[in-house]
């Protein structure tokens, strides 16, 4: 049975605002922010390497990128990721994403990770499945 549209507008403002925090995050790490400690496992104190700051920019580009698939799967007009045909299947395929993330952040090494982005990313996934059930 699909999720009540109060269910689903609900998913989906936790989703956007999630999300936001995630993207702001990533982008903060890419221009040099000191929050190394609460990314990639918490191995690098301070200001991540080159390397890391790029992956950084590019997780922030993905996120956004599967944010609109999301707001689109709900029905909001936003710029098109993906065909619309395709939107069901991909709702499950970033369910499944957020799924690994739960568990990557669960098992991370970091405790400011866990205690940070394990709920983030429960959250999220949670918000995901619930976009996933709504009827297309």
């Given amino acids: ?13 936790a989703l956007t605002v999630l999300l936001a925090v995630v993207i702001v995050f990533q982008l903060a790490l890419a221009a040099g922010a000191p929050w190394g400690v609460a990314a990639y496992g918490g191995a690098h104190r ?7 700051r790029i992956a950084s920019g590019v997780a922030a580009a993905l996120w956004v990128a599967l944010g609109l698939v999301l ?8 710029p ?19 799924a690994l ?4 952040n669960a098992i991370t090494p970091s405790v400011l990770e866990r205690a940070i982005w394990l709920p983030v990313t429960l959250l999220l996934a949670a918000a995901t499945l619930v976009i996933a059930l709504a009827p297309q």
């Fill in 1 to 13: 049975m699909p999720p009540a549209s109060g269910l689903l507008t609900v998913a989906t403002i």
């Fill in 46 to 52: 301070g200001v991540l390497p080159t390397r890391l």
């Fill in 71 to 78: 707001l689109r799967r709900t029905g909001y007009s936003v």
């Fill in 80 to 98: 098109a990721v993906l065909p619309d045909g395709v939107l069901a299947v991909a709702g499950w395929i970033i369910f499944a994403i957020l």
């Fill in 101 to 104: 993330s739960v568990i990557l």
